[in-house]
């Protein structure tokens, strides 16, 4: 639940792709008590919580247990885990590896039970945008989302009243934005006025979606789990020559550049506007930036447009007692949250009745601007999503780095989009 935990869970595609898994047990129900197990990729300090909201789950056939799994090592413990065929009865998963391992046959799938559930845990309580997206091209659901990541514009306030620039807020524009970031850099110990690595790294294309949907064009792709075209339109290629326009004048920082401290030198006043998600409040709530910071949403042309994302929940298909699983899988999305979240606010949750807990929180930190910006992201219009979910992904990665960068970076014409396009078009042919 902090920002190294999302990193790794969605960094782990490549590798759970790479891992060989043949068949499984059925998972039924069984008739005497059961263990339900569970595997985060949390911190210490947050799984201490989670076990403890755990402590309270009352169920007489039912025992939780909680897994002891080291955050900076979840990816390779999964790995092994899935070639063992030992995963845990529940464990925590990026939506590249629900798709993977639900198209493998690997996961239980959970689409009729939460579409047909009793009470309130049912498909129409979340967050539609995160349903519709872990859901396979048949409809298969290997999972659930439990955590939204909701992405915008962090900003040094004052350094944007320094240079008499009013602060951003919903509506401003994609101009506006690179305006501001010309005007922050080379101030104050800032070489650029944004550092964009969602912009100018891997995801890059993806991000860039922003623009050409909210300017009524089309996005990069037309769907991140089973996409059948890319394209770079009239309106993308616009967007795309701006923000090469903002990198050869320096305020946007290049391709390339180490993002590594963003939050740090962030707080330190440093970077005046680095993109990012909400999660880095939990961090600033703690750390307490010495400046005073706001988080806006994404810039627009018309139409507000924002990044969809979110993380999750899977079980494996031989999980010893379906029912009783699930039983955890719906505690964990609502109580636990409930429990975890107030002392941690780093997302908000997929299930919608569990979001209360996190916005007070953030509320009483006085995080007002985190609030507005993640439910104005929550309500956008139109989202478009971060990365493709598919195995071949990867290879997308590649294409992006040797022809997509050196186009932003001005070491490749922007008539060299076409061709770049269309060699992405190729792997998606290949992998229909």
Known sequence: MKRTSVVTALACAGLLAATGCSGSDSGGSSDGPVTVTVMTWESAETNAAIKKALADFKDDKVTVQLLDTPSGQYGDKLASLTQAKKLPDLFWCGNDTEQQYTSQGL???????????????????FVPSAMENWKTADGQMGGLPSLMNTYGVWYNADAFTAAGLPLPKAGWTWDEMYAAAAKLANKNGAKYGLIADQLTGPDGPFTMSMYSVSAGGAPFTDNVNHPTKA???????????????????GSVAPPGYDAANVQSLFAAGKIPMTFGGQWLAAGF????????????????????TTLYDSVGICTPQYTKDQDATFKVLQYLNTKVWDAVLPASPVAPPAYTPAQASYFDALTKAQQTTVVDTVKADLAAEKTVGVRFTTQWAQQVGDLTTANYQPILSGKKPITDLPAYVDKINGLIKQGS
Not at 107 to 124: E, T
């Open 231 to 249: 394209e770079a339109d009239d309106k993308y290629k616009e967007g795309v020559e701006k923000l090469t326009a903002a990198i050869k004048n």
């Open 285 to 304: 709530q703690t750390d307490k930036p010495k400046i005073k910071y706001g988080f806006a949403p994404f810039p627009q042309v018309q139409t507000p």
């Open 107 to 125: 996961l239980v799938d959970w689409a009729d039970k939460i579409q047909n559930g009793d009470g309130d845990f049912k498909a129409d309580k």
